[in-house]
Structure formats: C-alpha cells, structure tokens
C-alpha cells in the first residue's frame, strides 16, 4: 500500500521552473498560490527532495494569509546524504520534519532521520513507511529529479501543472523533469488531460497515468 501521490509544479511556457543558475523564479501568481496552500493543508504531508532545500529554503507550511486555521503536514526531504543544513527551514518547530536518507538515524525533538534504502532513497520503501504512518494523502513539490523518479517509477496519481505566461529560457534552466529522461518512444511517460482551467493569469492543467493502446 501507498499513499495517494499528488505532483504539483509551476512552469513557465517553455517548461522551466526556476532560473539558468537554478535560483528560484516567482512563477505562480497570487490565486495559485492560494490553490497550492490549500493543497497542502490537504494533505497529510509535502515531500521535496534537497536541491529544493538547498536552493529555495522552504518552510513548507500552510500560510494563514491563504487558509483559515491551517493544519501544517508532515514535511519530508529525500537527502540520500545528509546534506540539510542545520538552520534550514523544514527544520522550523511549525510541523514535523521526516528526512530520508541512506547514511544514518536518529530522532530529536519534532525532527527525524530514517534510513531508507542504498546509494540513494528507495521511493517505494518510503511510500510504504509513510502509508504504515498513516499519510494517506502525499504532496510532492519537486525538483526536477524527484519529480522525475515519481514519475518513472509509476507512483503519481495526479500532476497539477501551472502555467505562467512568460518565458524564462536557458539551457541549464531546470524543468519541470529532470534526470536522465527517455530514450526511446516506449520509455515516454503518457498522461492523460482531465482539465484545464484559468488560474488569474496563467492556466492549471491536471493529468493523470495514462497507458496508450498498442
């Protein structure tokens, strides 16, 4: 069993998500924001993985400003090593914090290291220690890679894709999945379009895993 796995990014037109050096681009306007920060209070907990943490800082809590007596989720990080930095803000007394990791334990007040598989976190080791911890809803926010390994290995059941109606460019701008991608027509992730609908600015686009007839 696992939890019930939802992805959710913004883009910009041309797919990126953050700027050629990797710093963090404003690309949802206000009402996303809004729809974001209900997704999570949503949710039982919001995994991102360490370039996000390392890159962006997130606090990865629901803000008041967008929802009225908002239950904070568990905030997971797959750091394979150890590589959080001590005044991080996941590390913040707001809400919980589980960090995965292959190189060590230990639990400290609202913060806890678990070993989750060799050489680099085993996704469907952790879904399955998460599902046994009662997260029966999971949000995860990125980066690229992460996304990626969601994807890849078939774990997501639905991806909300905003996007921004601007162009940031760059051949080292991340996207929305990263990794090593596909390299032949049959390794391509299918999805299927379930909606499509104006947010402010921009548009949200919901899909869900799609097996195309052969």
Same mark, same amino acid.
């Given at each position: 069993?696992?939890?019930?796995?939802?992805?959710?990014?913004? #883009?910009?037109?041309?797919?990126?998500?953050?700027?050629?050096? %990797?710093?963090?681009?404003?690309?949802?306007?206000?009402?996303? #924001?809004?729809?974001?920060?209900?997704? &999570?209070?949503?949710?039982?907990?919001?995994?991102? /993985?360490?370039?996000? *943490?390392?890159?962006?800082?997130?606090?990865? !809590? *629901?803000?008041?400003?967008?929802?009225?007596?908002?239950?904070?989720?568990? %905030?997971?990080? @797959?750091?394979?090593?150890?590589?959080?930095? %001590?005044?991080?803000? *996941?590390?913040? &007394?707001?809400?919980?914090?589980?960090?995965?990791?292959?190189?060590?334990?230990?639990?400290?007040?609202?913060?806890?290291?678990?070993?989750?598989?060799?050489?680099?976190?085993?996704?469907?080791?952790?879904?399955?220690?998460?599902?046994? %911890?009662?997260?029966?809803? @999971?949000?995860?926010?990125?980066?690229?890679?992460?996304?990626?390994?969601?994807?890849?290995?078939?774990?997501?059941?639905?991806?909300?894709?905003?996007?921004?109606?601007? *162009?940031?460019?760059? &051949?080292?701008?991340? !996207? #929305?999945? /990263? /990794?090593?991608?596909?390299?032949?027509?049959?390794?391509?992730?299918? #999805?299927?379009?379930?909606?499509?609908? &104006?947010?402010?600015?921009?548009?949200? @686009?919901?899909?869900?895993?799609?097996?195309?007839? !052969?």
């Amino acid at each position: 069993m696992k939890p019930f796995v939802i992805v959710n990014c913004a #883009m910009s037109i041309d797919g990126k998500i953050a700027f050629p050096d %990797r710093k963090q681009a404003k690309i949802s306007n206000d009402e996303d #924001m809004a729809r974001v920060h209900k997704l &999570r209070d949503e949710c039982d907990a919001v995994l991102v /993985g360490i370039g996000t *943490v390392l890159s962006d800082n997130p606090k990865l !809590t *629901v803000k008041e400003k967008y929802v009225q007596n908002p239950s904070n989720p568990l %905030r997971v990080v @797959l750091d394979s090593n150890f590589r959080t930095p %001590r005044d991080a803000e *996941v590390f913040s &007394r707001d809400a919980p914090t589980l960090i995965a990791t292959t190189c060590r334990e230990f639990k400290q007040g609202n913060i806890e290291v678990i070993k989750c598989g060799e050489g680099k976190v085993d996704l469907k080791k952790l879904l399955d220690i998460l599902y046994q %911890r009662d997260v029966k809803k @999971l949000l995860v926010e990125g980066g690229e890679t992460v996304i990626w390994e969601f994807l890849k290995q078939n774990l997501v059941d639905e991806l909300y894709v905003f996007i921004a109606p601007f *162009v940031i460019g760059g &051949r080292t701008s991340p !996207t #929305m999945a /990263g /990794g090593e991608g596909a390299f032949s027509q049959e390794s391509i992730i299918h #999805m299927k379009l379930e909606d499509a609908q &104006r947010v402010g600015d921009g548009i949200l @686009l919901k899909f869900v895993p799609h097996s195309p007839k !052969t």
